[in-house]
């Protein structure tokens, strides 16, 4: 999904974010809160060995927390990601960037991954928590209307090379193509 009835706002003054937002405001509506996702599956045992592995399975439980409550991940407010692999994360943004975006299209929330030393379960190399917010069906005829929604627009690779310039944390994340 790559809009959302949310409005994205990325003020001019501060840096262009790479793969996420700087800040939304919410449309009312149903508030959805998606606990600690890891890449357990419903038999309970966690899959994959590496950070990309749990991250997919992460991100495909996310949703499927998401839908169950009756939300999409156009709907998302906010999302944390933590992970004990940092470095392995950090080696691996392009990639997980499009295991993101195969779940979340090009929509980017305010977001944060944040390193931690351990997880509940010592298997889990990563963690999803996200918040949403579904928007009331009374005002669903303005959701039809094209001007309601801010559609999520692609970086412009100039304006990120020229606001980023050699810093390492952008170059990643633009070679991750967040």
């Known amino acids: ?40 599956r419903s038999d ?12 997919d399975q992460a991100l495909a439980n996310t949703v499927e927390a998401l839908r169950a409550a009756g939300a999409e991940p156009g709907h998302v407010v906010s999302m944390r990601v933590y992970t004990t692999a940092m470095h392995a994360y950090r080696v691996n943004l392009k990639t997980l960037g499009s295991v993101y975006r195969r779940y979340m299209g090009r929509y980017y929330p305010p977001m944060s991954v944040v390193g931690v030393t ?35 627009e692609e970086i412009d690779e100039s304006l990120v090379a020229g606001r980023f310039g050699d810093q390492e944390p952008a170059a990643e994340h633009e070679r991750a193509g967040f």
């Open 118 to 152: 351990d997880l509940l379960d010592a298997a889990a190399l990563v963690e999803v928590v996200c918040a949403a917010v579904v928007p009331d069906m009374r005002d669903a005829d303005t959701l039809d209307d094209e001007a309601a929604w801010s559609l999520v």
């Open 44 to 55: 309970g045992v966690i899959v994959g060995e590496t950070v990309v592995q749990q991250f």
């Open 1 to 40: 999904m790559d809009r959302t009835p949310h409005k994205i706002i990325n003020p001019l003054s501060l840096a262009e974010p790479v793969g996420y937002a700087h800040a939304l405001v919410v449309t009312p509506g149903r508030t959805v809160h998606i606990g600690g996702q890891s890449a357990r």
